[in-house]
């Protein structure tokens, strides 16, 4: 099996068949192995394995990339305004500044708020590390509060316990796809003078209280990496209604450089004319991808749907099962869902998350786990970060697995992962 250099993600390049052996089947054992679980020597759910999420491209996601390889531009061309105006169209949101992917999105976000060293910026410690990376990048300082024990998403009660004079932004992460609580969260960053920023990488597609996300936070950053609900291989964006940020964010994209002269610091001196402002980095998104998102983006409700449907279903058979938590949505959110996360009840079961994840592999459901408290790594610790710091997130870490879900998953796929997580919760049940 090859296994991505990706962080994010794991990626099938082969499909092992386990099929019930002949021996087995003669001692007359076929009967019995359907309940035990495959990790006892049963025979597994499923003959191939499933993963836990898988990018959706077809024939027109194909042709819209040869139909930017054929044309005139590869990078700075007409695909990225119209990528920008589909997403302002999509979200609500009045600018959108596409780029390389949605770490850079963050960077570019923290740059734009204006976020320097000796400032604080609090984020959740259930995320992919770019979260809290962002602010080490501009030389800020990541501080972590908890989670909602229910939402699993950023607590405001303790964003709110950890707010100091130094303290600058928020980044929000907007967990499984599901919205952070964008009207709480708004309100403790206008009475604290703070920026929000909403990470939604995993929330493309979501709305909030009817609105979308990209345009509520003060910033909202996308990710297109192809374990997200929306590819182009590798993509970015912020989206923000502020006219400062976005002109902030265009000079964050491209080196600092600008041909506005109203930023610039002298006469221009003839049509070849730009000036370097600031510092800044190339972090621009090429035409290759954004045709790609664009075409992408023409599915998003279809995606949405499906994904939707899979959860209703995962939901009603998980609620049935006392060894397993559902996670709580709050009514302000449609989600479009980019992770299912099964959540198991330690007290009910006789197995822990690593038995539990390792015997639903053997049933050939290959899961992942997202995330690791971002403040657990080596890196973190380095800087003198300490586990203990956010006991909600770490409970939470100790019980999650994260369930296939992607859109072309057939109802059988659903069917054999549900029937998998009730077979080994059934097994193990204390
Ligand atoms: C994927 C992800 C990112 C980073 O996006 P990339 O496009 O991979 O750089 C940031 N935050 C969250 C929550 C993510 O899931």
């Known amino acids: ?236 964006a912020v989206l923000t209604n502020s006219e400062d940020y976005y002109k902030k964010l265009l000079l964050a994209r491209s080196h600092g450089i600008t041909r506005d002269t109203s930023l610039m610091a002298n006469e221009s001196e003839g049509p070849w004319y730009y000036e370097q402002v600031n510092l800044g980095y190339n972090y621009r998104m090429t035409d290759i991808q954004a045709g790609l998102i664009i075409s992408q983006l023409d599915k998003l409700a279809m995606f949405k749907a499906r994904r939707k449907e899979i959860v209703a279903r995962y939901n009603e058979a998980f609620a049935k099962l006392d060894q397993i938590v559902v996670q709580k949505e709050i009514p302000e959110s449609d989600t479009a869902r980019h992770l299912y996360v099964l959540r198991i009840n330690p007290d009910k079961l006789s197995i822990n998350r690593r038995q539990f994840f390792d015997a639903l592999g053997a049933e050939n459901v290959v899961c992942n786990v997202h995330y690791i408290p971002v403040y657990y790594f080596p890196h973190y610790q380095k800087l003198g970060y300490r586990k203990g710091l956010c006991p909600k997130a770490e409970k939470l870490y100790d019980e999650i697995i994260s369930l296939p879900l992607y859109y072309s998953m057939s109802d059988e796929d659903v069917d054999s992962v549900i029937e998998a997580v009730t077979k080994i919760a059934e097994y193990y049940k204390k």
Request: glycine residues 10%; contains cysteine.
């Open 1 to 236: 099996m090859w296994i991505s250099a990706c962080p994010i993600g794991i990626f099938k390049k082969d499909v092992e068949v386990h099929s019930i052996s002949a021996l087995q089947i003669m001692k007359g054992r076929t009967e019995i192995s359907m309940n035990k679980p495959a990790i006892e020597g049963g025979t597994p759910v499923r003959n191939t394995k499933i993963y836990y999420g898988h990018q959706y491209l077809d024939q027109s996601d194909y042709d819209a990339v040869v139909d930017v390889l054929k044309s005139d531009y590869l990078t700075c061309g007409p695909k990225i305004n119209e990528l920008e105006d589909k997403l302002c169209k999509l979200t609500g949101a009045k600018y959108a500044v596409v780029c390389s992917n949605g770490t850079a999105a963050l960077h570019m976000a923290a740059m734009a708020a204006g976020l320097g060293e000796g400032d604080e910026l609090i984020t959740t410690p259930i995320t992919f590390a770019a979260s809290a990376n962002c602010a080490l990048y501009v030389g800020a300082t990541p501080v972590f509060a908890d989670i909602n024990a229910d939402t699993y998403n950023i607590d405001p009660a303790s964003v709110e316990t950890h707010i100091t004079e130094k303290t600058k932004a928020v980044v929000a992460v907007d967990y499984t796809g599901q919205a952070v609580e964008l009207d709480r969260l708004t309100d403790i960053c206008k009475k604290h003078n703070l920026v929000l920023i909403e990470d939604g990488a995993h929330s493309v597609g979501t709305l909030y209280n009817g609105k979308g996300v990209g345009s509520i936070a003060d910033m909202t950053t996308f990710s297109f990496h192809p374990v997200k609900t929306i590819t182009g291989g590798e993509g970015g």
